[in-house]
């Protein structure tokens, strides 16, 4: 079965190239602009992994993980935390409200493939401090 993949992001042009990105990789692909319909998309639909952008309008993408984390039917599904401005100590914030890897804005169209691919696969969890 394709895997489905929850993309969470609020601005349409990223959007647009995750979606260009991911596509023709086959994975099927939920939407969702704000953290409240990020949270309700994902406890309704399980998809197998979300790309979750951190900045959002209302509950930000930290928050939204951290109660996914405490939802029996989605705390183990395989998060990616993107944000824009990687400033010190956001990755460690990042990894402990509950994701499993991070990614900076602009997205590599080249290794987000590569990370999602890996995820699925296997167990990951990015090492916080490196
Ligand atoms: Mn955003």
Redesign the pocket.
């Known amino acids: 079965m394709d895997k489905k993949i929850l993309v969470v992001?609020?601005?349409p042009l990223?959007m647009k190239l995750i979606e260009m990105t991911l596509k023709p990789r086959g994975y099927v692909l939920l939407k969702a602009s704000d953290g409240q319909e990020a949270f309700i998309t994902a406890v309704t639909e399980h998809p197998d992994l979300i790309i979750m952008?951190i900045?959002?309008p209302g509950v930000n993408g930290l928050d939204v993980t951290r109660k996914l984390r405490e939802t029996p039917s989605v705390s183990d599904t395989p998060i990616i935390g993107v944000t824009?401005y990687a400033m010190k100590g956001d990755r460690e914030k990042i990894i402990e409200a509950g994701c499993d890897a991070y990614l900076s804005k602009p997205v590599d169209t080249r290794q987000l493939p590569e990370l999602i691919a890996k995820m699925l696969l296997t167990k990951y969890k990015a090492n916080p401090s490196s």
């Open positions: 992001e609020d601005n990223n952008d900045q959002l824009a």
